[in-house]
């Protein structure tokens, strides 16, 4: 008989980490963003805080972002989530068009490629950089 599948909490816990202070902190992969990241059942990456939410708090609601009370992107406690309006939460981040997640402007820094389905998409060359740069640090291509 095939070994049972885990199931995501227990994959979530499996990876976690508690620190003294109460945050769950994430072991496994982590995305170029810097949120945890584990592959749902439907096999897409999904972040890891929101897997957290929807198993112990309940489902995200169509309009809303799950956003971290606490300072660390690789922490899943529910307690240190909440839900926010994806409007608030992008303000809250200060993310909008005119610039890229980590705050580079898009004017300067904008680039357009096709995704795996062909779609064209929009992406930061000054964080593009950055990610090369590390990846080369660690020895990496």
């Not at 199931?7 to 945050?23: C, S």
């Not at 439907?42 to 957290?52: G, I």
């Not at 994806?86 to 068009?97: G, K, P």
Request: net charge positive.
């Amino acid at each position: 008989m095939a070994p049972r599948k885990q199931t995501i909490e227990e994959r979530l816990l499996r990876r976690r980490f508690i620190t003294d202070d109460g945050h769950w902190l994430w072991t496994g992969a982590v995305g170029t963003h810097g949120y945890g990241c584990l592959n749902s059942p439907e096999n897409n990456e999904y972040l890891v805080h929101r897997h957290a939410w929807a198993i112990w708090v309940g489902p995200i609601p169509a309009g809303y972002d799950v956003h971290h009370k606490c300072p660390y992107k690789l922490c899943f406690n529910s307690d240190h989530l909440e839900l926010k309006e994806v409007s608030e939460h992008r303000r809250l981040h200060r993310t909008s068009d005119e610039t890229c997640l980590k705050g580079h402007l898009r004017s300067e820094h904008t680039s357009y490629k096709k995704d795996g389905k062909g779609n064209i998409v929009r992406y930061c060359l000054a964080c593009q950089r950055e990610a090369t740069q590390r990846r080369q640090e660690r020895g990496g291509r």
